[in-house]
């Protein structure tokens, strides 16, 4: 007979699987067995928490409540045998990971393959979106996410603080010049984040005033991939996080513009959990090196790039 975390177990797993017969490897059982080992947890709660038909599984309302309810307790009991484990134990395990595009392309792939020749025994599910997601609900054990948080129930630690770039394609600036003054904006085509209302708004240091300039240009898009490679194409400028433009500057696609008077407004980083998930060792040490590696900013091709010179 099953025992309720056994039960849970299987119950996730079917359902990220699709199938009784896809998660029944996984579990060590056969399909038949998978199939009645979920009947009779339905049976014991007296509800359905499946619906199966012949081509698909379908969570009802209540399922989906003992989803949840099972990643949160799973969770819990992972965290704790870790914490106890760790030790005696090198880290191992499947990492959820959730990262925007821009910060899982640029960001966590160049670094991944260090991180696997040191951990072999953690491998990693990567869920790349810039849609807004419940960690929990989604069983993510860590997320990258930048700007300010709201969720307080949270964990977060802070890996850097970042900054802006205005820059602009070779082929851009000898077609239609390089501003050297914030005012020259103005008649220039400048290419905007959508869902951020601030996009718009660039600021700069004048006179030791920081001056808010407005920009407008022919496109907005909710992905700072889509800018980038617009502003490469020589569409427009662009005012960018630097993890987002390093690549195409270090490459000579894109140049930095209007440095010295570029006010550009740090913002952080963050590495955020579920509470509970970084007493994990394979949370810990997954947290531990994106501190080391990122910390140091390797993506910045000098000091000044994102960032006013010193004027002293």
Known sequence: MANPSQEMGVFERVIERGSFASAA????LSPSA????????EQRLGVRLITRTTRRLALTAEGETYLRRSRE?????????SEIASARVSPRGRLRVLAPPVLAVELLAPALPAFLARHPRITFDFLVTNRAVDLIGENVDVALRTGDLKDSTLVARKLIDLTRVICASPQYLARYGRPHTPSDLARHSCLTISHIPESGIWRFRVNDEVVPVSVRGPVSADSADVLVRLAIEGVGIVCLGEIAV??????GLLQPLLQESHEPEGYPLWAVMPPGRQRALKVKTFLDFLTDHFGPAPWRIDATIGRRPDRS
Do not use: F, N, Q, Y
């Not at 998978?34 to 947890?41: A, E, G, M």
């Not at 307790?73 to 045998?81: G, P, Y």
């Open 25 to 28: 490897p996984d579990v060590g």
């Open 34 to 41: 998978v199939s009645k080992l979920i009947t009779r947890l």
């Open 73 to 81: 307790i799973l969770s819990a009991i992972d965290a704790a045998e």
């Open 246 to 251: 390093a690549s195409a500057i270090r490459k």
